[in-house]
């Protein structure tokens, strides 16, 4: 089994979201994990420090650790705004190249999934700014119906990794999908909007995944974990993220990326 870390960035700063309900919901979150005390109050504090800062993410910080561990992973960035993602286009434009200058891969974070017209401004746009020919999209809370892969596969994108299950990648035509198997928002919280679980129980069920998935016979594992958490404002978080790689690289398993993993399954010159 082969490992595939990708990275989502919502967020970028704090003052994108003078518009929308992100802040307060942030805020709410952030008082209820303080009371119910499933984060410290030096963590609530550096939470609060970030959002002074007018800084709510952490791509150099995470960029530095990938590097250091041979982590191959592909961040998705977004070119549309929607659903609480609401950074500008030169924000995105700006780290998309930092990103690539580090050697990673970049990918879209997707926001239109249903009128085809939108999705191929998104295509475009993305495709001008980054200075790529092929690349792949993975969509803002993995939003999909039932011809999204088709219209995604007509505008040209090499693969798609929004399809929240335990399979193996498959080719629909000239796209391949990589499903998503573990999301550190869904192992982390579960099915609640906040943490209430402790990092030695999140620890054993994601080893619960991972025996999952070699019982299944997963040949390339999917990974997701959000910049934003890589910071002592989410220290469970970024400690689970910490263990998981350290555990992946004391076992032996072998990290590379969506474009590596299609040269091995198609023998496709990217």
């Known amino acids: 089994m082969k490992v595939i870390?990708?990275?989502?960035?919502?967020?970028?700063?704090?003052?994108?979201?003078?518009?929308?309900?992100?802040i307060p919901k942030f805020i709410v979150k952030s008082c209820?994990?303080?009371?119910?005390?499933?984060?410290?109050?030096?963590?609530?504090?550096?939470?609060?420090?970030?959002?002074l800062k007018n800084k709510w993410h952490n791509l150099e910080e995470l960029m530095k650790f990938d590097k250091e561990n041979g982590i191959k992973?592909?961040?998705f960035i977004?070119?549309?705004?929607?659903?609480?993602?609401?950074?500008?286009?030169?924000?995105?434009?700006?780290?998309?190249?930092?990103?690539?200058?580090?050697?990673?891969?970049?990918?879209?974070?997707?926001?239109?999934?249903?009128?085809?017209k939108k999705m191929e401004i998104e295509y475009k746009t993305f495709k001008k700014i980054s200075g790529l020919s092929r690349f792949g999209i993975r969509m803002h809370y993995l939003r999909m119906d039932k011809l999204t892969l088709i219209n995604l596969e007509k505008l040209g994108y090499l693969?798609?990794?929004?399809?929240?299950?335990?399979?193996?990648?498959?080719?629909?035509?000239?796209?391949?999908?990589?499903?998503l198997h573990i999301m550190d928002g869904f192992v982390i919280c579960g099915n609640r909007k906040?943490?209430?679980q402790n990092l030695n129980k999140i620890k054993d069920d994601t080893k619960y995944l991972l025996d999952q998935a070699f019982q299944l016979d997963i040949q390339y594992l999917t990974v997701l974990f959000h910049d934003r958490y890589f910071s002592n404002s989410f220290e469970t978080?970024?400690?689970?993220?910490?263990?998981?790689?350290?555990?992946?690289?004391?076992?032996n398993f072998k990290f590379i990326n969506y474009k590596e993993a299609i040269m091995e399954l198609n023998s496709l010159d990217i």
Do not use: M, Q
């Not at 303080?34 to 609060?48: A, D, G, P, Q, W």
């Open 73 to 75: 992973a592909t961040f």
């Open 32 to 51: 209820i994990e303080l009371v119910i005390k499933t984060i410290s109050f030096r963590e609530f504090f550096n939470r609060f420090k970030d959002f």
């Open 194 to 196: 906040f943490l209430t």
């Open 237 to 251: 978080w970024k400690k689970w993220y910490i263990w998981f790689i350290e555990y992946l690289k004391d076992n």
């Open 5 to 22: 870390i990708s990275h989502d960035i919502d967020h970028l700063t704090v003052l994108e979201h003078k518009k929308d309900l992100i």
């Open 78 to 116: 977004g070119v549309n705004k929607g659903l609480g993602l609401s950074y500008n286009i030169e924000d995105a434009k700006f780290w998309i190249h930092e990103i690539l200058k580090e050697g990673f891969d970049v990918g879209i974070h997707g926001i239109e999934y249903k009128d085809l």
């Open 159 to 179: 693969f798609d990794s929004s399809v929240y299950t335990f399979k193996n990648p498959y080719k629909f035509k000239s796209i391949y999908e990589f499903p």
